[in-house]
Every structure is written in structure tokens, then in C-alpha cells.
């Protein structure tokens, strides 16, 4: 992979953090934006925004993957999240370091590509996913999902492989945090130990919550109150929970959904799986710090951000009969600072002298000709607009990858094939 190197972009059109456009110039020094407006000053690796047409934007961050499910691509659509959980289930039995890793190598490769430069995980397995991490000079939050011992395929007990995957992590760009599967997997002994440890080494917690109506209602009739209602009355609903999906919510809910960290939306997911539209538009106008996920490709078939976004702002546009619902301006800020924010209190992020330089260019071809670069990204846009893609100031993409990267992807790949279990 590529080591740290300065770059100078020049003369590209640049959408801040804060919805700003600007033109200038951008020099990455040591991983990090040195200087933005006329720069003169000569650097390794030059790429000439003006002339190439290429527009500047903050990394995208995506809040909910799974992406060692790569292989399940396409291997569960039309299922209902039951038969999907149990399928998956039957795969994960089998899993195995080896596969984690390489499947983690392509999820993180279609990320790169897709202009990702920053994940939330939620798997078990993440000191495999780590090293694909380090080995692609990648960043991520890797979240080991912890849920009953009698509820799992992990080997040992999930509280102790967690611990020891916080302890022992050291890949540079990695940042370990705790996953829960769900109400329906994890007692409540087991997401107060989760939540015990997580306060052990100052690291946030993501769960899946509300997905379905099925469990809501199988919980309000186990417990007589709600998934959200139990997590609050408990004391696990605060500013340290990335709450994923959040679709079957009433108005008592959303308002105590509203004082968690912040909410994962995966509209892509929740409509392949035909789980619902959750009350985004709610949620926000009461607070709610809103961010986007994909969710796994074997719920999804793309990490692909800029589906997030629009599919997303347009569901809740239909779904509430009105074309403003969710703006382009706030759906992008979901997909940015919103998620920044959360992960990291928005320490250094976004195109600003100072900030790590998490920087995605896209070339303005015939389906980026609007008046506005926000709603460009936000509509029009796809991953075959991403020209280059800069983690930490490293170069990982640019229109495609380097060889020693390509090789690595490629060898990923060929391991897959030769070994995915059979369903």
C-alpha cells in the first residue's frame, strides 16, 4: 500500500463539511489538509481538479455494515429477516478467519471505490477484519457483536472475545467499539455486561433495535413494553448508542430514541427486507443525530452510499407527502458530519486546514450537470463518479487501484471461490 506522501489538488470545486462550496487548492501533508485557497508550494502527487473536472467532498462514513457477509451476495434475496437470520446464521457457523478476512478485503475494496473512507463494523471475527483493515491502509470502528452464549456460533464466550479483541487490537486506523445483536438475542444480563465493558474502555455501543414488527411485538408480549421503552427503562439508552434501523417506533419512542448517540438509517436494507420506512423525519425534527448505513450486501447487494442517500431522503419524502421532508442539505449531513460527530465528537474532520484528509473526488460527467454540488451528490451522483478516494492523505484509489492493492483484492477473491462453504 501506499505510505504518506503530499498531495496538491488543484483548482477543485469543493464542498466543505458545512455545505459551503468553495474553489481552491487543497495540499495533504502528512495525513492531513496543510493548506486550502492558492497554493504554490510543489508536492509528490499532483491531480488537476480544474482541468479533470473533479469536485472535492468530505469522506463519506458508513454507520452499519457486515462486511465479511460478502459472500452471501445475492444468496438471500426475497427472504423474509426470520429465513434472512437464519441463512446467515448457517453461514456464520461455518465462517472462518480466513474467509472473514478476505471477504473483509472486498467489502472494504467496494467501499474504497464506492468513496467510503470510513465504517461502522458489526460482526464477530473483527481482529480478522483488522488486519484486512491494516492491510488495505484502511479506517473503521470495528464493533464485536456480543449476544447470549447460547444464541451464538462465536467459539468461547462473546463478552470475553470482545474484551480481548478491545485489548489486543493495535492496526493503525482501527477503533474497537461493542455490537448487540438485538433485544432477541441478548438478555439483559448480556447488554449490561456489553455496556459494562464498553464503559471499561470508553468505547460506544451499536445495536440493531426495532427492526421488525415481529419484534416488537414479540417483545411487548414477552415483556409487556417495547424494544426502545425496555432499552430506556434500563438504562441503556444514552449518548454513548448507535441505534441501527429503528423502523417500528411510536411517538413516545422517537422522543426517547432522540437522546441516544445516534441512529443508523438503512432505508436500502429496510426495503429489501420489507421490514418498513422508520420515521427518519420524526426522529430528526426531535433531535436525533440521523447517520446512514448499508447494512450487509447479503441485505443490501451494494456498500454504495449514494443509494443511502437518495432512496433514503425520497422514502421519507413519500412517505410523508412532501417533496422536503428530508432535504438534500440534511441527507448529506447525515452521510458526513453527522456520523463524524458521533464516532468522533467532529474532532479533525471535513475539508478544512487541520483535518485529517478524508477526501473523495468525483468527476463532474453528464449526470453531475446541476447548479448545485449538494444535490448533485445527493441525486444524481454514483460510484461511477468517484475519481479518487484519500483515507488519512494516502491515495487508496484513482480510477481504480494500484497494482500491489489490485493483487491483494484479487487473491481475496480467488480464496473465496475456492473455499465458501456450501449453503
Given at each position: 500500500m501506499m505510505e504518506k506522501e503530499s498531495i496538491l489538488i488543484k483548482?477543485?470545486?469543493?464542498?466543505?463539511?458545512?455545505?459551503?462550496?468553495?474553489?481552491?487548492?487543497?495540499?495533504?501533508?502528512?495525513?492531513?489538509?496543510?493548506?486550502?485557497?492558492?497554493?504554490?508550494?510543489?508536492?509528490?502527487?499532483?491531480?488537476?481538479?480544474k482541468s479533470e473536472g473533479l469536485a472535492a467532498i468530505p469522506g463519506l462514513i458508513n454507520t452499519h455494515a457486515h462486511i465479511a457477509m460478502n459472500p452471501l451476495r445475492g444468496m438471500t434475496d426475497g427472504l423474509s429477516l426470520?429465513?434472512?437470520?437464519?441463512?446467515?446464521?448457517?453461514?456464520?457457523?461455518?465462517?472462518s478467519p480466513e474467509m472473514i478476512y478476505s471477504s473483509a478485503i472486498l467489502g472494504i475494496a467496494e467501499m474504497i471505490s464506492n468513496g467510503i473512507t470510513d465504517f461502522v463494523d458489526f460482526y464477530y471475527g473483527e481482529d480478522a477484519v483488522a488486519k484486512a483493515v491494516g492491510d488495505m491502509s484502511y479506517q473503521g470502528n470495528l464493533a464485536w457483536?456480543?449476544?447470549?452464549?447460547?444464541?451464538?456460533?462465536?467459539?468461547?464466550?462473546?463478552?470475553?472475545?470482545?474484551?480481548?479483541?478491545?485489548?489486543?487490537?493495535?492496526?493503525?486506523?482501527?477503533?474497537?467499539?461493542?455490537?448487540?445483536q438485538g433485544v432477541y438475542a441478548a438478555s439483559k444480563g448480556t447488554i449490561?455486561?456489553?455496556?459494562?465493558?464498553?464503559?471499561?474502555?470508553?468505547?460506544?455501543?451499536?445495536?440493531?433495535?426495532?427492526?421488525?414488527?415481529?419484534?416488537?411485538?414479540?417483545?411487548?408480549?414477552?415483556?409487556g413494553i417495547s424494544?426502545?421503552?425496555?432499552?430506556?427503562?434500563?438504562?441503556?439508552?444514552?449518548?454513548?448508542?448507535?441505534?441501527?434501523?429503528?423502523?417500528?417506533?411510536?411517538?413516545?419512542?422517537?422522543?426517547?430514541?432522540?437522546?441516544?448517540?445516534?441512529?443508523?438509517?438503512?432505508?436500502?436494507?429496510?426495503?429489501?427486507?420489507?421490514?418498513?420506512?422508520p420515521p427518519i423525519y420524526e426522529m430528526s425534527k426531535n433531535g436525533a443525530r440521523i447517520t446512514f448505513g448499508t447494512d450487509s450486501v447479503a441485505s443490501n447487494n451494494s456498500l454504495n452510499l449514494f443509494e443511502e442517500m437518495k432512496y433514503g431522503t425520497l422514502l421519507q419524502c413519500a412517505r410523508l407527502n412532501n417533496p422536503s421532508a428530508i432535504t438534500a442539505k440534511e441527507a448529506f449531513g447525515f452521510a458526513?458530519?453527522?456520523?463524524?460527530?458521533?464516532?468522533?465528537?467532529?474532532?479533525?474532520?471535513?475539508?478544512?486546514?487541520?483535518?485529517?484528509?478524508?477526501?473523495?473526488?468525483?468527476?463532474k460527467s453528464v449526470n453531475m450537470?446541476?447548479?448545485?454540488?449538494?444535490?448533485?451528490?445527493?441525486?444524481s451522483a454514483n460510484p461511477s463518479n468517484v475519481a479518487a478516494t484519500i483515507v488519512r492523505g494516502k491515495l487508496l484509489y484513482r480510477d481504480g487501484f494500484d497494482e500491489n492493492t489490485a493483487r491483494v483484492i484479487k487473491k481475496a477473491s480467488k480464496y473465496i471461490s475456492e473455499h465458501l462453504p456450501e449453503n
Open positions: 483548482g477543485a470545486k469543493v464542498l466543505r463539511e458545512d455545505m459551503q462550496e468553495v474553489h481552491a487548492d487543497i495540499l495533504i501533508k502528512d495525513g492531513v489538509i496543510s493548506k486550502i485557497g492558492k497554493v504554490e508550494e510543489k508536492a509528490e502527487t499532483v491531480i488537476n481538479a426470520g429465513d434472512f437470520l437464519d441463512k446467515t446464521s448457517k453461514f456464520d457457523a461455518k465462517n457483536v456480543i449476544l447470549d452464549k447460547d444464541k451464538t456460533t462465536q467459539k468461547g464466550d462473546p463478552i470475553s472475545n470482545a474484551e480481548r479483541f478491545i485489548r489486543n487490537e493495535k492496526h493503525i486506523g482501527v477503533n474497537p467499539m461493542i455490537s448487540i449490561k455486561s456489553a455496556y459494562e465493558l464498553a464503559e471499561k474502555y470508553g468505547k460506544n455501543v451499536t445495536m440493531h433495535i426495532a427492526e421488525t414488527k415481529f419484534e416488537v411485538d414479540e417483545h411487548r408480549k414477552k415483556y424494544p426502545v421503552e425496555w432499552m430506556y427503562k434500563n438504562g441503556f439508552m444514552n449518548k454513548k448508542l448507535l441505534a441501527v434501523h429503528c423502523v417500528w417506533l411510536n411517538k413516545k419512542e422517537i422522543k426517547i430514541i432522540a437522546n441516544s448517540g445516534a441512529v443508523s438509517y438503512n432505508p436500502t436494507s429496510n426495503m429489501k427486507l420489507g421490514s418498513g420506512i458526513t458530519l453527522n456520523a463524524a460527530n458521533f464516532l468522533y465528537g467532529n474532532r479533525n474532520y471535513g475539508i478544512k486546514e487541520g483535518s485529517k484528509a478524508d477526501i473523495v473526488l468525483l468527476r450537470t446541476g447548479n448545485d454540488l449538494v444535490n448533485d451528490v445527493v441525486y
